[in-house]
């Protein structure tokens, strides 16, 4: 179980932080990452960060954006900076076995970013 928190309304430049709070054992959260969604537009993965900590990131986010967990409190975080309204989405955590299939979902949490 996965539930995700941090989303909400900012200005175009500005930071917000997610976090992704899950439950289950160290297989099902080997891999933890970010998707978003935009109106109208297919689900993209934002970044993915391993449980020994190897880390990608879409292009669109490079530099802007940091995912970073937690693994004593099963919790991954997004912490996104310089943000654009493009960058506007619902975004879901899940997680993935060492098989890279991403398995669990989150419930998402909205991305506004005025311009």
């Known amino acids: 179980q996965l539930q995700a928190s941090g989303g909400g309304l900012v200005q175009a430049g500005g930071s917000l932080r997610l976090s992704c709070a899950a439950s289950g054992n160290i297989f099902s959260l080997w891999i933890m990452g970010w998707h978003r969604q935009a109106p109208g537009k297919q689900r993209e993965l934002v970044a993915s960060i391993t449980r020994g900590g190897t880390i990608s990131v879409a292009d669109s986010v490079k530099g802007r954006f940091t995912i970073s967990r937690d693994n004593a409190k099963n919790t991954a975080y997004l912490q996104m900076n310089s943000l654009k309204p493009e960058d506007t989405a619902v975004y879901y955590c899940?997680?993935?076995?060492?098989?890279?299939?991403?398995?669990?979902w989150g419930q998402g949490t909205l991305v506004t970013v005025s311009s």
């Open positions: 899940a997680s993935a076995p060492p098989t890279k299939t991403w398995a669990n």
